[in-house]
């Protein structure tokens, strides 16, 4: 486990740039955002107090799931509420471990907290031959550095490949998403709670057949023997699977169904990011787990 030094206190300002979920839903949805001074440069989702004391808040670590697209409280809100503790709501959306790896500050962050939540990220934000990844679901062309999403890198792959150079290349991107997970959890200094996210169990075996049924659901590229795995690296391990309220019917301010867009498409539901009811199934098995650890 990594050391961490002792600080009085982070400090939260406001910040002028909006995320990405904020720039795209802010007609319907506020996000409450803010940054860290010691990471201005990123922005957060709030509600988040002016100042977090160590050893008086608790992190959770994320991507959408946890920052909690298309819902007013998030389970970092519903904690706070439940548990009388500040939450951190780092949901970085399209985030991999490389991510929090690349924001040591933030990590030093997350170090002086009493606990950390840290959920099952997507493997389609690591790296392997064709594409390298910046942390996020979007990285680089190797062949030509042009940048590129995950999604359209493994398109490529499958139109270029054959069925076992497509099964080398997710075992090359689940072996660097393996060791940017085992890294970022060394690095986390404070008890851990891995929690798995998602509207189904993670599958045992991947389907090759093409790149949609490779994918499926959340987290992508991800096996049951790889969260196990982790999972024993973890101080606690929590598993909420659920799809109640999917798909989700997005309302406007006056209540009535609105169009939003969903990786580049307007729709008028939401079927891929965890719904309101969801975010509450996860702080119902979640409480009364952090409880345990917080009274240890």
């Not at 999604?151 to 689940?174: H, K, L, R, Y």
């Not at 959340?218 to 969260?227: D, E, G, I, K």
């Amino acid at each position: 486990m990594a050391s961490s030094q002792a600080t009085e206190c982070f400090t939260t300002v406001a910040t002028t740039r909006p995320g990405y979920y904020e720039r795209l839903d802010s007609r319907l949805f506020d996000y409450d955002t803010y940054a860290l001074e010691v990471q201005p440069g990123l922005t957060l989702r709030g509600p988040g107090p002016k100042e977090y004391h160590p050893g008086e808040y608790i992190c959770c670590l994320g991507a959408a799931q946890t920052y909690g697209r298309f819902v007013r409280k998030p389970f970092p809100a519903l904690l706070r509420e439940r548990i009388g503790l500040d939450v951190a709501n780092l949901g970085l959306p399209g985030s991999g471990p490389q991510a929090f790896l690349d924001r040591p500050k933030l990590l030093g962050f997350v170090n002086q907290s009493r606990l950390a939540v840290v959920q099952v990220l997507s493997a389609r934000s690591a790296s392997n031959r064709y594409f390298a990844s910046r942390g996020f679901s979007n990285g680089q062309r190797r062949s030509d550095g042009e940048t590129i999403s995950a999604m359209q890198a493994f398109d490529e792959i499958f139109e270029a490949c054959s069925s076992d150079e497509i099964e080398a290349i997710v075992e090359e991107t689940q072996r660097d998403w393996m060791d940017g997970f085992r890294a970022l959890l060394d690095e986390i200094a404070v008890p851990t709670l891995l929690l798995f996210f998602g509207d189904r169990p993670a599958e045992r075996t991947l389907d090759f057949s093409t790149r949609g049924r490779l994918f499926g659901s959340y987290p992508q590229l991800v096996t049951s023997a790889m969260v196990d795995t982790l999972a024993r690296e973890s101080d606690r391990f929590v598993e909420v699977v659920s799809n109640r309220g999917m798909p989700q019917v997005v309302l406007g301010g006056d209540g009535s169904p609105a169009e939003v867009r969903v990786a580049g498409r307007l729709v008028n539901e939401n079927r891929y990011y965890p719904s309101p009811e969801m975010h509450e199934d996860a702080a119902e098995l979640l409480v009364p787990a952090l409880e345990e650890m917080l009274n240890a």
